[in-house]
Each structure stands twice: as structure tokens, then as C-alpha cells.
């Protein structure tokens, strides 16, 4: 039978003459002091808790492309990945060509996943027209259930552009008058 | 070509920074765009039409 977590720990701590955690503090130490001609950058940063990248910055442990949908890059740590909050693309303008509008949460489920609530792939028209052509009912109502989600997140681009093209014509029409 | 999603924030923002040369190629983006994707809006239109067609045809 096992022994619930807490007795373990607190059997730890009542040894006599042990410091509890030292032993494991040092090798830590040793582990995460970065070598300072291998990575000079990470010498400013010295985690308070030993481990990898990825328990500092818990948001990026999910693998895939920056892409439309992950905001929560903005928290990493310019400390530890400056090349990355760099080179990070604007938060709308979505630059990843080989996954944004093609994927379909059935296709790549493990993608979905990362987005509970979300929907992940973008639809487009095609998407939409090929789940009438379907004419799966149940399928129809999810699909017209993620465009919904996507017209509320996203925003409307045909409707935009109209309102885009207004104001292109205001300032032409402002600079003309100049 | 490099394809870049559109979205209405990215025409608001275009708009937002008055640059009249942004806001053309934006919009011209946005045109291809819609041409080669298609609107989600009028397509979302047809599907809920074809949905409650389809709802209707149940006894």
C-alpha cells in the first residue's frame, strides 16, 4: 500500500542531521549555472528553482507554430529566449502558412487540445461550403458554431475591408484637397 | 507568396496609424485574401440556411 505524499515529505524532514533539499540544491546549482562561453546571455538569469525553460515559461511547452493563437508568448521572459520575444511576429498579422488555414481540428486533434474553447483551425469559405455539401447535420452545427466563435474573435474581414476602403478614400480625397 | 491571415483588427489598426500606403496594401491583402478564401460571414449565412432546412425536413 502506498503512503499518502504528505506522510513521505514529512518523514523526510524529521531525519536528524540532514538538511533537508540540500543535497538536491547543489546538484541543481551545478545543472542550471549556465557555461558562459556556451550561452553568455543566460548568465543574468539564474532560475530561483532548478529546472528546464519550459517550467519558467510554462505557456510555450506546447509545440506547433507560434501562430494566430498563442498571446500567451508575450509573457516569456526576454532573459531567457530574447531572440524569440524579438523576433516574435505583431499579434495579429499571422505568419504561419504551413498550418493556419489548412488545419482542421480533425486532421490535427493533438492541436486542438491546445486551445480548449478555441477554435483552432481558421474556416473559410471552402470549409464551410464543404460541411453543407456534407449535409452531416450534427457537422453543420459545429462548423457554423466555430465561424460564429471566429466572426466574434476575429472580426468580420469583408465588413472591415469596407470600412478600410472608406478611410483610404477620406485620406485620398484629404490629400487631393492639400 | 507569403500568405498572412487577415483579420478586421488588422484593417482597424491599418486605419489607426493613418499611413495611406499601409492601408493599401492591407486592403489589397484583404482582397486576395477573400478571393482566394472566401467570405466566412455569407458562408456562415448559407450554412445556418441549409441547417435549418435540414432541421425542418426532421418529423
Redesign the interface.
Known amino acids: 500500500m502506498k503512503e499518502p505524499e504528505d506522510k513521505k515529505e514529512k518523514a523526510a524532514e524529521s531525519k536528524p542531521g540532514v538538511a533537508p533539499g540540500k543535497k538536491d540544491d547543489k546538484a541543481a546549482d551545478a545543472v542550471r549555472r549556465p557555461h558562459p562561453e556556451v550561452a553568455p546571455e543566460q548568465e543574468r538569469y539564474i532560475p530561483e528553482k532548478p529546472g528546464t525553460i519550459t517550467e519558467v515559461a510554462p505557456e510555450t511547452r506546447h509545440s506547433g507554430p507560434i501562430k494566430?493563437m498563442a498571446p500567451d508568448v508575450s509573457k516569456i521572459r526576454p532573459e531567457v529566449a530574447p531572440d524569440l520575444k524579438l523576433s516574435r511576429p505583431g499579434p495579429?498579422?499571422?505568419?504561419?502558412?504551413d498550418v493556419?488555414?489548412h488545419i482542421h481540428p480533425e486532421v490535427a486533434p493533438e492541436v486542438a487540445g491546445a486551445h480548449p474553447g478555441r477554435p483552432v483551425s481558421?474556416?473559410?469559405?471552402?470549409a464551410?461550403?464543404g460541411?453543407?455539401a456534407e449535409?452531416n447535420?450534427a457537422r453543420?452545427?459545429t462548423?457554423?458554431q466555430q465561424?460564429?466563435q471566429?466572426?466574434n474573435q476575429?472580426?468580420?474581414?469583408?465588413?472591415?475591408?469596407e470600412?478600410?476602403?472608406v478611410?483610404?478614400a477620406r485620406?485620398?480625397y484629404k490629400?487631393r484637397g492639400r | 507568396m507569403q500568405h498572412v491571415l487577415l483579420y478586421g483588427v488588422v484593417m482597424h489598426q491599418a486605419i489607426a496609424t493613418g499611413n495611406l500606403q499601409e492601408m493599401k496594401k492591407v486592403a489589397q491583402q484583404a482582397e486576395e485574401h477573400l478571393k482566394e478564401f472566401g467570405d466566412v460571414r455569407s458562408s456562415l449565412e448559407h450554412l445556418k440556411i441549409e441547417i435549418a432546412k435540414l432541421e425542418g425536413k426532421r418529423p
Open positions: 494566430e495579429i498579422q499571422e505568419m504561419a502558412p493556419g488555414p481558421l474556416l473559410y469559405g471552402p464551410i461550403h460541411a453543407i449535409g447535420l453543420m452545427r462548423v457554423a465561424a460564429e471566429q466572426l476575429w472580426g468580420d474581414l469583408r465588413t472591415a475591408l470600412v478600410l476602403k478611410e483610404i485620406l485620398e490629400q
